[in-house]
């Protein structure tokens, strides 16, 4: 089965960075997209980052200029560069990931970030 697992979470004062990154287990196929969405209480699930295997990378407006999202070049690895954290960026993070031939989509688990002023 296609596992993802997160990584990179943590802790850090606004203004400061962080690197997530994810890698998936489970298939030999490449994923077609993968991407980043976070979550906080109270909150629906919003996309932060995407990046197709070919295409461009779209973020959304609140972190567009501050994060970076690439892929590794480990097969169906990502990383989610992020700087000048914003206490509002504070919640869990988690990978996403799309085979769209292949077993569809998956999430991973989660990874906490937090940001304190």
């Known amino acids: 089965q296609v596992q993802l697992v997160e990584s990179g979470g943590g802790l850090v004062r606004a203004g400061g960075s962080l690197r997530l990154s994810c890698a998936a287990s489970?298939?030999?196929?490449?994923?077609?997209?993968m991407g980043w969405y976070r979550q906080t209480p109270g909150k629906q699930r919003e996309l932060v980052a995407t990046?197709?295997?070919?295409?461009?990378?779209r973020y959304t407006d609140s972190v567009r200029g501050r994060f970076t999202i690439s892929r590794g070049s480990a097969k169906n690895t990502v990383t989610l560069q992020m700087d000048s954290l914003k206490p509002e960026d504070t919640g869990v993070y988690f990978c996403?990931?799309?085979?769209?031939?292949?077993?569809?989509?998956?999430w991973g688990q989660g990874t906490q970030v937090t940001v304190f002023s």
């Open positions: 996403h990931a799309v085979w769209v031939l292949g077993s569809g989509a998956h």
């Open positions: 489970g298939t030999a196929l490449n994923a077609d997209a």
């Open positions: 990046i197709p295997s070919r295409g461009t990378t």
